[in-house]
């Protein structure tokens, strides 16, 4: 979903398969989400703050390994760095977000079919800020 937010947010066609397009990187994906989960784990074991910061921090991981082909570590490293610069801004955007998107969930979820879209458009326009784009994104 994220990558038809980040087609989406440089005007590229968006279409179903991407959904499934990105299957041949279970794998690294799911060793960053293991990775990226623990420490965050860690953070909130420590205390509730290196917790939230991690959240925030480690949010743009899965897309460099989907999109950058970077390793689980350094993509969390990576994200890290990036959104270290602009935390508060980050963490400004996805409060906001999450409100509208809870409360786009009160009237039985109907709401979501807008709020859901936004949501994805709008962090691929922060990745896209942050970290550019790669040509075979957007290539169909």
Do not use: Q
């Not at 994200?79 to 801004?89: C, E, L, M, P, V």
């Not at 786009?104 to 994805?120: E, K």
Request: aromatic share 12%.
């Amino acid at each position: 979903l994220f990558m038809m937010g980040l087609r989406r947010s440089v005007e590229a066609p968006v279409h179903a398969g991407l959904v499934i397009g990105f299957y041949h990187k279970t794998l690294p994906l799911f060793l960053t989400t293991l990775l990226m989960y623990l420490m965050i784990v860690i953070g909130f074991i420590c205390l509730i703050l290196p917790g939230i910061y991690l959240s925030i921090a480690y949010s743009m991981a899965m897309p460099l390994v989907a999109e950058k082909n970077l390793g689980p570590w350094e993509a969390l490293e990576t994200s890290r760095k990036a959104i270290s610069k602009r935390w508060f801004t980050v963490f400004g955007l996805w409060l906001v977000l999450g409100i509208a998107v809870f409360i786009s969930m009160i009237p039985l979820g109907i709401g979501l079919i807008w709020t859901m879209p936004m949501m994805m458009i709008a962090y691929g326009i922060v990745y896209r800020n942050m970290f550019g784009c790669e040509a075979e994104t957007l290539a169909d």
